[in-house]
């Protein structure tokens, strides 16, 4: 099993709804991401997670709350969002995250529209 | 810090043509450089990576790259494209040590016209 699974593949909310996204992953990796990509752009960092511990957080704003509850399972909580975080948001997973130029493994993402 | 551009924002080619795709790079200290594809609606998949060692590296579906120290470059080629490989193509940059921290490039939208 390869795959990175993101739930659900899409996701509408208003800005006072609470709302998760889920991702998954069977690979043994001690890793897992989740990235950002508006329209047309590249995918942006948000969160880097290594053994279920936070180790990265590129200063995203708090109404995004990632979770690591066990080692195969990502959670991002989102609260109080603006509109102009509608984007897809991409989870991803490496064996590990030591900086040895690991491999990452994407889900195909969970395309997010806030009305 | 270590960033990558990719010029071309769009690039089409007729099918069964070869194809570059170009990518610079910008850092101080060494780096790792990939290149990752999306397909339509999709994930990312990595193609191919350079960590070192030899400076020609092959990948997956027939790409290959070429990482060149005196250009900061590594550009991606193909000799013949297909109608399947239609994407968009992603070069991106990491810094060896600390955690995995990958930055991605503005990315080429290949067509290839049949």
């Known amino acids: 099993d390869t795959e990175v699974t993101q739930t659900p593949k899409h996701l509408v909310m208003g800005m006072t709804n609470k709302k998760s996204l889920k991702c998954e992953q069977h690979?043994?990796?001690?890793?897992m991401y989740w990235y950002k990509q508006k329209a047309k752009k590249p995918p942006e960092l948000m969160f880097v997670?290594?053994?279920?511990?936070?180790?990265i957080n590129e200063s995203v704003p708090s109404r995004f709350s990632p979770e690591c509850p066990n080692s195969s399972l990502l959670n991002l909580h989102l609260h109080a969002l603006q509109p102009e975080d509608s984007a897809l948001y991409l989870c991803?997973?490496?064996?590990?995250?030591?900086?040895?130029?690991?491999?990452?493994?994407f889900g195909s993402g969970t395309q997010l529209s806030v009305l | 810090a270590q960033s990558v551009t990719q010029l071309d924002s769009q690039v089409p080619v007729f099918e069964e043509a070869p194809v570059e795709l170009r990518c610079n790079y910008s850092?101080?200290?060494?780096?790792?450089l990939f290149w990752y594809v999306q397909y339509p609606n999709q994930g990312l998949q990595l193609l191919l990576k350079?960590?070192?060692?030899?400076?020609l590296v092959k990948g997956i579906n027939g790409f290959e790259a070429e990482f060149n120290k005196s250009q900061t470059s590594f550009h991606l080629r193909k000799p013949s494209v297909h109608i399947s490989d239609t994407a968009e193509y992603f070069c991106?940059?990491?810094?060896?040590?600390?955690?995995?921290?990958?930055?991605f490039g503005t990315g080429t939208k290949l067509q290839v016209i049949p």
């Open positions: 690979m043994g990796h001690r890793a």
């Open positions: 350079y960590l070192s060692g030899s400076t």
């Open positions: 991106a940059v990491s810094k060896p040590g600390g955690y995995q921290k990958v930055t």
């Open positions: 991803a997973s490496s064996q590990e995250s030591t900086g040895k130029g690991e491999k990452l493994f």
């Open positions: 997670y290594s053994y279920e511990k936070l180790s």
């Open positions: 850092s101080s200290v060494s780096v790792y």
